[in-house]
């Protein structure tokens, strides 16, 4: 494919609308932008439009072309989550219509919030004990103990992975589609490096935001 | 058609090419050995990485994709396992150093004798070393100063004697670290710059290390810190006796009619198997596949595994465990800057005292909440998802941090490393199944020093503490040790004393599986200086053959 096509997409018109609405309850807008104006819709959307947009490349120049063992478990992974976005949009769809007789896009964000938890309960016993111990464990949804250097996206149901996919498009570099002109980050205090490349040459560096003094507290007295 | 081909004998082959298997071949290279280091993974080079949370810590850029390389796990051997990716280490030149930060303590010299000092722990299979700190110690000394590690000598009041000072003055000071020594002076306690793998200036040829948020977790594009990647593999290569062969997959050692190991059998990225042969064979593939590619050996005279007539390969494995209390601060600590572990840390809780209800105790150090982006971590207690989380991320960013703890988690015999009877990798291997319950003692030292983290935090002036105690061993650490633990006795131990195993005379252990504890500290600097002393001691016993 070529660097100057329209990016690739999944998302049918409705489902497109279903998620971007679901998501902008996840992050909602308030004073400050939410995952709509990221466009965390435009990241998941990409994300599951094959296997073109896994990796951006590290100087922020166009993505890795994966090959062999490595696309075969990306081209998995991603039919995995298409599969899991399909149903599970369909079945938050099939609950509004029993509930409010309406699409979840038409609902007032009081209701969506509403079928939005009750999905998130029913997705999974522990999220259902979870909710009883403490509200929630984790940010990005998955219950699992905090402090997890990993996230295994596999075991997540449609609505973790909804909230996993909302938290990386707010987030993750805009060179993946979403946390447009970096709102995301502005919006969390993150001064971020300019792009890719700038981390990449090395020339990206914190050091303005440690300490005044560079001379260890715990050292102060040795001088 | 599998394509068998033998290539030329060498004097060592070095399984693994991470932390411990670059030490070594460093050694054995600069003392003369032709040496072929046989690595499962790539061969990356800093072009390679780049400042992307999402593709290094959520798409297995770095880490290992568990549809590839999964691992299972399970609580008690009657449980079912589960596909898990327990105790994740990048599987490419490097290995672990590829991403880490690198925390570089010492071991003390209790470390070394625990049993002796606490008397032993019933449910545990705790022994002392058969090595002692002071024979490692000139071991640490070398590796300080070829790596290049920045601290400060003598700030850590419970550090063994030691040689010298760090080749580099410390780390300059985060405001995560300056809370962190404000908290522990409040309290009476020690506090010091944590030893760290980067260079604070420049140093042997090398310039100081980029001081990036995207760190951790992250691999380093400026080729500026101190990874076994950019130092020790660059000195191996240099002394034109090394060939690393990435991407070539060794899955068994075969034997020869003597019982010694006669050559290693490896796929390579085209799928064509070699079988390369040596006169000294050096695992190094970390405590968990080092045992797993024991147990796939398997021959007439050891049909349970490679050197596992004792039943004790892959067995008292110990994983440690990270967890910490976390806090906010009504001033900006930017725990993100540095990528979150530009550190400080203390040893208050280290050593082991009697007057507590457990045994041993473990190092305690300031960190980041995210790594750098909260996309991935969280805390007990706040919610994901709504506007109240997005209020928390919003107050949290740039306004908390964390002070961590690492588990000195206790050996025990039951606690293994075996192979799943039903899960098989990409190559069609059977997987390494963890087998894993905390001993109480591990959950009591846990909450004590989580504890402890909180009470710094609250010294410090943080508010909102929030306590996330370990209830149980996830190898959130990404340490490993202990699967075939060095002893004097051959009915107790897999290696003895040189990391030399007891029934096979040419074959050695240099990463973490050797040692008998875990201990409460970061692991690869010990691992290295262990590395360093078995290599040499390989170099020794090959000049009397």
Redesign the interface.
């Known amino acids: 494919m070529s660097e100057t096509s329209a990016p690739a997409t999944f998302f049918d018109e409705h489902q497109r609308a279903t998620v971007e609405a679901a998501m902008a309850?996840?992050?909602?807008t308030?004073d400050?932008p939410?995952a709509r104006e990221a466009g965390t819709v435009d990241f998941v959307d990409r994300y599951l439009s094959g296997i073109g947009y896994?990796?951006?490349?590290?100087?922020?120049n166009g993505f890795e072309r994966l090959e062999g063992?490595?696309a075969d478990?990306w081209q998995?992974?991603v039919d995995l989550a298409r599969s899991k976005y399909v149903a599970g949009i369909e079945e938050l769809e099939r609950l509004c219509h029993e509930e409010y007789r309406s699409n979840f896009v038409s609902l007032e964000e009081s209701q969506q919030?509403a079928m939005?938890r009750r999905i998130e309960r029913a997705g999974s016993p522990e999220a259902e004990r979870a909710w009883k111990d403490?509200?929630?464990?984790?940010?990005?949804?998955p219950v699992e103990?905090?402090?997890?250097?990993?996230?295994?996206?596999?075991d997540l149901d449609f609505f973790n992975l909804l909230?996993t996919h909302?938290?990386?498009g707010f987030?993750?570099?805009p060179?993946?589609g979403g946390n447009r002109d970096q709102v995301g980050?502005q919006?969390?205090?993150?001064p971020?490096?300019a792009n890719?490349a700038?981390?990449?040459?090395?020339r990206?560096?914190?050091?303005d935001?440690?300490?005044e003094?560079?001379?260890?507290?715990?050292?102060e007295g040795n001088r | 058609m599998t394509i068998h081909r033998s290539p030329d004998r060498v004097d060592a082959v070095v399984i693994g090419a991470g932390a411990s298997g670059a030490a070594a071949a460093k050694v054995l290279t600069e003392n003369g050995l032709r040496v072929v280091a046989l690595e499962k993974g790539p061969w990356r080079t800093k072009?390679?990485?780049?400042?992307?949370?999402?593709?290094n810590?959520?798409?297995y850029?770095l880490?290992p994709?568990?549809?590839?390389n999964p691992r299972t796990s399970r609580t008690s051997a009657d449980a079912e396992a589960e596909v898990?990716?327990f105790c994740?280490v990048p599987q490419m030149v490097g290995g672990g150093t590829v991403h880490w930060q690198g925390w570089l303590p010492r071991f003390t010299p209790n470390d070394f004798r625990l049993a002796s000092i606490a008397g032993g722990l019933p449910g545990t299979s705790l022994v002392d070393w058969p090595i002692s700190y002071a024979e490692l110690e000139p071991y640490y000394d070398r590796v300080e100063w070829a790596f290049g590690v920045s601290g400060?000598a003598g700030?850590n009041r419970y550090e063994g004697p030691r040689t010298r000072g760090y080749p580099c003055p410390?780390m300059?000071?985060?405001?995560y670290?300056?809370k962190f020594?404000?908290g522990?002076?409040k309290l009476g306690w020690?506090?010091?710059?944590t030893p760290q793998a980067a260079l604070s200036r420049p140093f042997n040829g090398r310039p100081a290390t980029?001081?990036?948020?995207?760190a951790q977790?992250h691999g380093d594009?400026?080729g500026?810190r101190s990874s076994a990647l950019n130092v020790f593999i660059p000195d191996a290569v240099a002394t034109g006796r090394y060939e690393l062969r990435p991407e070539s997959y060794v899955r068994e050692l075969v034997l020869d009619e003597r019982g010694r190991i006669k050559a290693a059998v490896y796929e390579d990225a085209d799928g064509v198997v070699h079988r390369q042969e040596a006169d000294v064979f050096l695992l190094a593939c970390g405590a968990v596949e080092t045992a797993r590619l024991m147990l796939m050996s398997t021959s007439g005279r050891f049909p349970n595994g490679l050197a596992n007539s004792n039943d004790l390969v892959g067995r008292n494995v110990t994983f440690h465990e990270?967890?910490?209390s976390v806090a906010t601060f009504d001033d900006p600590i930017?725990a993100?800057?540095?990528g979150g572990y530009?550190s400080?840390s203390s040893f208050e809780f280290y050593e082991h005292d009697a007057n507590r209800d457990f045994v041993s105790g473990g190092h305690i150090a300031a960190a980041g909440v995210g790594?750098?982006?909260?996309?991935?971590?969280?805390?007990?207690?706040?919610?994901?998802?709504?506007?109240e989380?997005?209020k928390v991320?919003?107050e949290y960013?740039?306004h908390s941090m964390a002070v961590a703890m690492v588990l000195h988690d206790m050996p025990q015999h039951e606690n293994r490393v075996d192979l799943d009877d039903t899960v098989r990798d990409?190559w069609g291997l059977p997987v390494a199944r963890i087998t894993l319950t905390p001993h109480e003692n591990d959950l009591a030292q846990g909450r004590f020093l989580v504890d402890r983290c909180g009470e710094i935090l609250e010294a410090a002036g943080g508010n909102d503490i929030t306590k996330?105690y370990?209830?149980?061993v996830?190898g959130?650490c990404?340490h490993q040790h202990g699967t075939a633990r060095m002893g004097e006795d051959p009915e107790s131990s897999v290696t003895d004393r040189n990391c030399r195993v007891h029934e096979v005379a040419n074959l050695y252990v240099v990463d973490g599986s050797p040692f008998p504890t875990a201990t409460g500290a970061n692991p690869t600097l010990t691992i290295m200086a262990n590395a360093w002393r078995v290599a040499e001691l390989v170099v020794a016993a090959g000049a009397r053959r």
């Not at chain 2, 020690?190 to 710059?193: G, V």
């Open positions: 309850r996840i992050i909602p308030d400050t939410g896994i990796y951006a490349r590290p100087d922020g063992r490595q478990a998995q992974r919030d939005l403490t509200p929630a464990i984790a940010y990005g949804g103990p905090a402090l997890q250097q990993t996230n295994a996206e596999a909230v909302t938290r990386q987030l993750s570099d060179v993946y980050w919006v969390i205090g993150f971020g490096p890719l700038e981390v990449h040459s090395g990206y560096s914190t050091l935001y440690f300490a003094n560079h001379t260890h507290h715990s050292l | 072009e390679s990485f780049g400042g992307d949370e999402l593709a810590v959520n798409r850029n880490w994709d568990p549809i590839l898990d990716l994740p400060q700030a410390p300059p000071q985060s405001r670290a300056q020594h404000e522990c002076e020690n506090s010091f710059p980029v001081v990036s948020a995207f977790q594009p400026s500026t990270y967890s910490a930017h993100w800057a540095g530009v400080a790594i750098p982006l909260p996309i991935n971590w969280g805390l007990p207690g706040k919610p994901t998802w709504g506007a989380a997005k991320d919003r960013f740039n990409a996330v370990a209830d149980r996830t959130n990404s």
